[in-house]
């Protein structure tokens, strides 16, 4: 039987193709835990989950938000609360748009050719005020190429691959949605709740970037806003529209 990282006892976990148990580890808080099916694995290459306790432990109190995947590109919590944790929908964390957001000393977004694919799943719930057109949801402003600027950040107004791609989109405010952001080459397009809204060409390159949730990675308090976060899944390929439906489906009970 495996050994958890921290605690060094161990869970029964479901496997996420055939459905067989298997035993797993529990990577924070050594209570017995379970796994279900969960979102499409092939190309993840992070996936943070609020609401699952190998991911985050509102018990223990941490400040790391794990990756599920084998990568361990865990992110730190900055200035954030143990209030800042709620058990709506499953685990959520909320950022107050002031200085708290979530970094990773190991994550970087990998750079891009004109031919490299890449898909961002997110789930939160961006509200009504507190929130700024060019605030960094995911992504930074600051870390990227400095000459000529490169960066590239999911926004509450749409997504920005700078300096090409600007994908215009007044998200749903005050609700629980689904961002999905897929470059298939040098096609990209952006989905709310697995339905297409834009799309866009360029074969413009792209650096490695840093990585801030809520936040610029590299600024203390540059472009914060206040939003609630409950999933991150990255991705190294395009998923498909059917995929997108796919994890959109396993999900979206969760948020009713």
């Known amino acids: 039987m495996a050994i958890d990282k921290l605690s060094g006892k161990a869970y029964t976990a479901i496997d996420e193709f055939s459905g067989v148990a298997t035993s797993g580890i529990e990577k924070i808080s050594g209570i017995e835990a379970s796994a279900t099916a969960d979102i499409i694995q092939n190309g993840l290459i992070l996936h943070l989950d609020a609401g699952n306790t190998n991911s985050f432990n509102s018990a223990a109190a941490g400040s790391t938000w794990y990756d599920l ?9 900055v200035n954030t609360e143990s209030g800042d944790w709620s058990s709506d929908k499953g685990g959520i964390i909320n950022f107050d748009g002031s200085n708290e957001k979530a970094t990773s000393s190991s994550f970087v977004f990998p750079a891009q050719t004109s031919s490299s694919s890449f898909t961002i799943s997110l789930w939160l719930n961006i509200p009504s ?16 190429q400095s000459s000529p600027l490169r960066f590239m950040k999911v926004t509450p107004s749409g997504f920005e691959y700078y300096s090409s791609v600007y994908m215009i989109q007044q998200w749903t405010r005050n609700s629980w949605i689904n961002i999905t952001v897929v470059k298939n080459g040098s096609a990209f397009s952006i989905y709310q709740n697995a339905s297409q809204t834009d799309t866009r060409t360029s074969t413009q390159t792209m650096p490695t970037n840093p990585v801030g949730i809520a936040g610029d990675p590299i600024r203390s308090t540059s472009e914060n806003p206040t939003v609630s976060y409950s999933v991150v899944a990255i991705y190294n390929r395009a998923l498909s529209s059917t995929e997108i439906t796919s994890n959109y489906n396993t999900l979206a009970g969760r948020y009713v």
């Not at 995947?69 to 919590?77: E, K």
């Not at 507190?130 to 930074?140: A, R, T, Y």
């Open 69 to 77: 995947t084998s990568n361990n590109n865990d992110f730190t919590f």
């Open 129 to 144: 005020s507190g929130v700024g057109i060019s605030d960094v949801l995911f992504g930074n402003r600051y870390g990227g």
